[in-house]
Protein backbone atom coordinates (compact mmCIF):
# COMPACT_ATOMS: atom_id res chain seq x y z
CA UNK A 1 0.00 0.00 0.00
CA UNK A 2 1.04 3.56 -0.78
CA UNK A 3 1.50 5.85 2.46
CA UNK A 4 -1.05 8.04 3.12
CA UNK A 5 0.66 11.26 2.00
CA UNK A 6 -2.61 13.27 0.64
CA UNK A 7 -2.27 16.18 2.56
CA UNK A 8 -4.59 18.88 2.73
CA UNK A 9 -7.72 19.56 0.69
CA UNK A 10 -8.58 23.03 -0.26
CA UNK A 11 -11.20 24.31 -3.09
CA UNK A 12 -10.13 26.98 -5.22
CA UNK A 13 -11.80 29.79 -6.59
CA UNK A 14 -10.36 31.23 -10.23
CA UNK A 15 -13.07 33.32 -11.55
CA UNK A 16 -16.07 31.11 -12.56
CA UNK A 17 -14.11 27.69 -11.81
CA UNK A 18 -13.37 26.01 -8.84
CA UNK A 19 -9.67 23.94 -8.48
CA UNK A 20 -9.74 20.56 -5.98
CA UNK A 21 -5.83 21.51 -4.79
CA UNK A 22 -3.88 19.39 -2.18
CA UNK A 23 -1.64 21.29 0.09
CA UNK A 24 1.24 19.82 1.84
CA UNK A 25 3.94 21.41 3.87
CA UNK A 26 4.11 24.79 5.99
CA UNK A 27 2.70 27.68 5.04
CA UNK A 28 5.62 29.87 5.09
CA UNK A 29 7.82 27.27 3.32
CA UNK A 30 9.43 27.49 -0.61
CA UNK A 31 6.50 27.25 -2.46
CA UNK A 32 6.12 24.19 -5.70
CA UNK A 33 3.34 24.34 -7.93
CA UNK A 34 2.63 20.30 -9.17
CA UNK A 35 0.84 20.10 -12.47
CA UNK A 36 -0.40 16.68 -13.05
CA UNK A 37 -0.89 14.74 -16.52
CA UNK A 38 -2.81 12.94 -18.28
CA UNK A 39 -4.94 10.98 -17.47
CA UNK A 40 -3.69 11.43 -13.94
CA UNK A 41 -4.45 13.76 -11.45
CA UNK A 42 -2.97 15.32 -8.29
CA UNK A 43 -2.64 12.44 -6.82
CA UNK A 44 0.05 11.57 -8.96
CA UNK A 45 2.51 13.81 -7.22
CA UNK A 46 1.49 11.98 -3.96
CA UNK A 47 4.98 10.17 -3.34
CA UNK A 48 7.18 13.07 -4.83
CA UNK A 49 5.06 15.89 -2.72
CA UNK A 50 6.31 13.56 0.70
CA UNK A 51 9.82 13.94 -0.27
CA UNK A 52 9.95 17.57 -1.11
CA UNK A 53 8.15 18.30 1.99
CA UNK A 54 10.20 16.22 4.15
CA UNK A 55 13.02 18.74 2.65
CA UNK A 56 11.64 21.77 3.86
CA UNK A 57 9.58 22.78 0.69
CA UNK A 58 5.40 23.25 0.47
CA UNK A 59 3.97 21.48 -2.47
CA UNK A 60 0.27 22.98 -3.98
CA UNK A 61 -1.09 20.24 -6.69
CA UNK A 62 -4.34 21.20 -8.20
CA UNK A 63 -6.81 19.12 -10.08
CA UNK A 64 -6.54 20.91 -13.31
CA UNK A 65 -9.06 22.30 -15.66
CA UNK A 66 -11.35 19.32 -16.43
CA UNK A 67 -10.66 17.12 -13.59
CA UNK A 68 -11.68 19.31 -10.68
CA UNK A 69 -15.76 18.76 -10.55
CA UNK A 70 -16.04 22.33 -10.23
CA UNK A 71 -13.94 23.16 -13.16
CA UNK A 72 -15.26 21.46 -16.32
CA UNK A 73 -16.18 23.87 -18.75
CA UNK A 74 -18.10 22.80 -22.07
CA UNK A 75 -16.57 22.71 -25.26
CA UNK A 76 -12.90 22.23 -26.36
CA UNK A 77 -11.96 25.81 -26.82
CA UNK A 78 -12.63 26.41 -23.15
CA UNK A 79 -9.49 23.94 -22.67
CA UNK A 80 -6.41 25.62 -24.77
CA UNK A 81 -3.30 26.21 -23.07
CA UNK A 82 -4.39 29.87 -22.79
CA UNK A 83 -6.85 28.96 -20.44
CA UNK A 84 -4.81 26.34 -18.81
CA UNK A 85 -1.40 28.31 -17.60
CA UNK A 86 -4.65 31.59 -16.89
CA UNK A 87 -5.57 28.64 -14.36
CA UNK A 88 -2.04 28.30 -12.91
CA UNK A 89 -1.34 32.49 -12.51
CA UNK A 90 -4.63 31.80 -10.61
CA UNK A 91 -4.16 29.79 -8.06
CA UNK A 92 -0.93 30.88 -7.21
CA UNK A 93 -2.48 34.66 -6.86
CA UNK A 94 -5.07 33.13 -4.80
CA UNK A 95 -2.75 31.66 -2.72
CA UNK A 96 -0.84 34.92 -2.47
CA UNK A 97 2.07 34.26 -4.03
CA UNK A 98 4.50 36.36 -5.92
CA UNK A 99 6.63 33.43 -7.63
CA UNK A 100 6.67 29.66 -7.28
CA UNK A 101 9.15 26.80 -8.60
CA UNK A 102 6.90 24.65 -11.02
CA UNK A 103 6.90 20.93 -11.90
CA UNK A 104 5.33 19.74 -14.44
CA UNK A 105 4.09 15.91 -15.82
CA UNK A 106 3.42 15.16 -19.40
CA UNK A 107 0.46 17.88 -20.06
CA UNK A 108 1.36 19.26 -16.78
CA UNK A 109 5.13 19.64 -18.90
CA UNK A 110 2.99 21.81 -21.60
CA UNK A 111 1.75 24.04 -19.15
CA UNK A 112 4.52 24.38 -16.95
CA UNK A 113 6.40 25.19 -20.35
CA UNK A 114 4.16 27.97 -21.67
CA UNK A 115 3.52 29.70 -17.84
CA UNK A 116 7.67 29.75 -17.70
CA UNK A 117 7.50 31.30 -21.31
CA UNK A 118 4.66 33.98 -20.57
CA UNK A 119 5.35 34.97 -16.65
CA UNK A 120 8.85 34.12 -16.22
CA UNK A 121 8.34 36.39 -13.17
CA UNK A 122 6.12 34.19 -11.84
CA UNK A 123 8.55 30.81 -11.62
CA UNK A 124 11.70 30.78 -9.96
CA UNK A 125 12.68 27.51 -11.33
CA UNK A 126 11.34 24.76 -13.94
CA UNK A 127 10.97 20.88 -13.89
CA UNK A 128 9.94 19.29 -16.87
CA UNK A 129 9.29 16.02 -17.11
CA UNK A 130 9.27 13.53 -19.98
CA UNK A 131 7.42 16.49 -22.40
CA UNK A 132 10.36 18.87 -23.87
CA UNK A 133 10.23 22.53 -25.01
CA UNK A 134 6.94 22.83 -27.59
CA UNK A 135 9.70 23.63 -30.23
CA UNK A 136 11.79 20.65 -29.70
CA UNK A 137 8.19 18.90 -29.65
CA UNK A 138 7.06 20.02 -32.55
CA UNK A 139 10.83 19.54 -34.31
CA UNK A 140 10.42 15.55 -33.65
CA UNK A 141 6.99 15.53 -34.31
CA UNK A 142 7.73 16.95 -37.97
CA UNK A 143 11.32 14.91 -38.78
CA UNK A 144 11.44 11.62 -36.54
CA UNK A 145 9.84 8.52 -37.78
CA UNK A 146 10.29 7.47 -33.94
CA UNK A 147 8.21 9.81 -32.33
CA UNK A 148 5.35 10.42 -35.18
CA UNK A 149 4.97 6.29 -34.07
CA UNK A 150 4.99 7.31 -30.75
CA UNK A 151 2.55 9.32 -31.11
CA UNK A 152 -0.11 7.69 -33.05
CA UNK A 153 -2.36 7.44 -30.35
CA UNK A 154 -3.44 10.95 -30.13
CA UNK A 155 -5.49 10.67 -33.32
CA UNK A 156 -7.93 8.32 -30.81
CA UNK A 157 -7.87 11.06 -28.36
CA UNK A 158 -9.03 14.00 -30.77
CA UNK A 159 -11.56 11.84 -31.98
CA UNK A 160 -14.90 13.38 -30.12
CA UNK A 161 -16.92 10.14 -28.54
CA UNK A 162 -15.01 7.42 -29.97
CA UNK A 163 -11.94 8.21 -27.94
CA UNK A 164 -14.39 8.09 -24.62
CA UNK A 165 -16.18 4.63 -25.40
CA UNK A 166 -12.77 2.92 -26.34
CA UNK A 167 -11.27 4.69 -23.15
CA UNK A 168 -13.90 3.60 -20.49
CA UNK A 169 -15.40 0.38 -21.94
CA UNK A 170 -15.63 -2.59 -19.96
CA UNK A 171 -14.90 -1.20 -16.68
CA UNK A 172 -12.24 1.26 -18.18
CA UNK A 173 -10.19 -1.72 -18.96
CA UNK A 174 -8.22 0.32 -21.93
CA UNK A 175 -7.63 3.27 -19.95
CA UNK A 176 -5.82 1.22 -17.14
CA UNK A 177 -3.81 -0.54 -19.23
CA UNK A 178 -2.00 3.30 -20.58
CA UNK A 179 -0.55 2.98 -16.78
CA UNK A 180 2.50 1.16 -16.22
CA UNK A 181 2.84 -1.70 -13.79
CA UNK A 182 5.01 0.90 -11.41
CA UNK A 183 1.93 2.78 -10.36
CA UNK A 184 0.66 1.62 -7.27
CA UNK A 185 -3.03 0.57 -7.80
CA UNK A 186 -4.64 2.59 -5.59
CA UNK A 187 -3.59 5.46 -7.27
CA UNK A 188 -4.80 4.31 -10.93
CA UNK A 189 -8.04 3.59 -8.77
CA UNK A 190 -8.10 7.18 -8.20
CA UNK A 191 -7.52 8.55 -11.49
CA UNK A 192 -9.94 6.49 -13.27
CA UNK A 193 -12.59 7.07 -10.79
CA UNK A 194 -11.84 11.12 -11.76
CA UNK A 195 -11.99 10.32 -15.00
CA UNK A 196 -15.08 7.75 -14.93
CA UNK A 197 -17.30 11.32 -13.80
CA UNK A 198 -19.50 12.73 -16.12
CA UNK A 199 -17.71 14.30 -18.72
CA UNK A 200 -14.90 14.26 -16.50
CA UNK A 201 -12.55 12.10 -19.50
CA UNK A 202 -14.54 14.02 -22.28
CA UNK A 203 -13.12 17.53 -20.47
CA UNK A 204 -9.44 15.77 -20.31
CA UNK A 205 -9.07 14.65 -23.73
CA UNK A 206 -10.34 18.20 -24.51
CA UNK A 207 -6.59 19.59 -23.75
CA UNK A 208 -5.71 17.09 -26.86
CA UNK A 209 -8.39 18.79 -29.22
CA UNK A 210 -8.09 21.96 -28.54
CA UNK A 211 -4.20 21.98 -29.11
CA UNK A 212 -4.44 22.57 -32.89
CA UNK A 213 -6.46 25.77 -32.13
CA UNK A 214 -4.78 27.58 -29.12
CA UNK A 215 -1.06 26.10 -29.12
CA UNK A 216 1.18 28.47 -29.54
CA UNK A 217 4.69 29.66 -30.89
CA UNK A 218 7.00 29.54 -27.78
CA UNK A 219 10.20 31.10 -27.30
CA UNK A 220 13.35 30.06 -25.38
CA UNK A 221 12.47 29.88 -21.92
CA UNK A 222 15.06 32.00 -19.65
CA UNK A 223 14.35 30.59 -15.88
CA UNK A 224 16.61 27.87 -14.79
CA UNK A 225 15.08 24.74 -16.25
CA UNK A 226 15.60 21.05 -15.54
CA UNK A 227 14.42 18.35 -18.03
CA UNK A 228 13.65 15.08 -16.92
CA UNK A 229 13.45 12.10 -19.50
CA UNK A 230 13.15 8.54 -19.00
CA UNK A 231 14.38 5.44 -21.81
CA UNK A 232 11.57 3.67 -21.64
CA UNK A 233 9.22 6.51 -22.19
CA UNK A 234 6.33 4.82 -24.77
CA UNK A 235 5.38 8.54 -25.80
CA UNK A 236 8.35 10.55 -25.53
CA UNK A 237 11.36 9.42 -27.61
CA UNK A 238 15.24 10.89 -27.50
CA UNK A 239 14.94 13.03 -30.69
CA UNK A 240 13.02 15.79 -29.18
CA UNK A 241 14.59 15.11 -25.60
CA UNK A 242 18.08 15.98 -26.99
CA UNK A 243 17.04 19.75 -28.56
CA UNK A 244 15.31 20.40 -25.14
CA UNK A 245 17.76 22.66 -24.05
CA UNK A 246 18.21 24.68 -27.32
CA UNK A 247 15.18 26.24 -26.01
CA UNK A 248 16.26 27.41 -22.94
CA UNK A 249 18.38 30.50 -22.71
CA UNK A 250 19.09 29.84 -18.72
CA UNK A 251 20.82 27.74 -16.29
CA UNK A 252 19.66 23.81 -17.53
CA UNK A 253 19.94 20.75 -17.20
CA UNK A 254 18.98 17.29 -18.24
CA UNK A 255 18.60 14.62 -16.32
CA UNK A 256 17.85 10.94 -17.78
CA UNK A 257 16.35 8.53 -16.34
CA UNK A 258 17.21 5.03 -17.17
CA UNK A 259 15.14 1.91 -17.49
CA UNK A 260 11.47 3.82 -16.00
CA UNK A 261 8.54 4.41 -17.76
CA UNK A 262 6.51 7.16 -19.01
CA UNK A 263 4.87 7.68 -15.26
CA UNK A 264 8.36 9.38 -13.39
CA UNK A 265 6.10 10.81 -10.97
CA UNK A 266 4.73 7.31 -9.47
CA UNK A 267 7.83 5.30 -10.17
CA UNK A 268 10.69 7.43 -9.63
CA UNK A 269 9.33 9.81 -7.08
CA UNK A 270 13.42 10.04 -5.24
CA UNK A 271 15.08 10.35 -8.56
CA UNK A 272 12.34 12.94 -9.61
CA UNK A 273 12.15 14.52 -5.95
CA UNK A 274 16.05 14.66 -6.10
CA UNK A 275 16.02 16.69 -9.31
CA UNK A 276 13.68 19.27 -8.11
CA UNK A 277 15.87 19.56 -5.19
CA UNK A 278 19.33 20.00 -7.10
CA UNK A 279 17.62 22.44 -9.68
CA UNK A 280 20.01 25.57 -10.88
CA UNK A 281 19.60 28.51 -9.84
Known sequence: MTQDVSGKHERIDVGPLTFDVVLAGGAQARPV???????????????????????????????????????????????????????????????????????????????????AGWHPDRVRTLTAVSVPHPAAFGWA??????????????????????????????????????????????????????????????????????????MRELGDVTVPTTYVWSTEDGALGRAGALRCGDHVAAPYRFVQLEGVSHWIPEEAPDALAEAVLQSPR
Open 33 to 115: LLLHGFPETARSWDLVSARLVAAGLRTIAPNQRGYSTGARPDGADQYGVAHLVADAVGIIDALGLSEVDVVGHDWGSVVAWHL
Open 141 to 214: LRNDADQQRRSEYIKLFRQEGKAEQVLLADGAKRLRAVFSDGVPAELVDEHVRVLSEPGALTAALNWYRATSRD
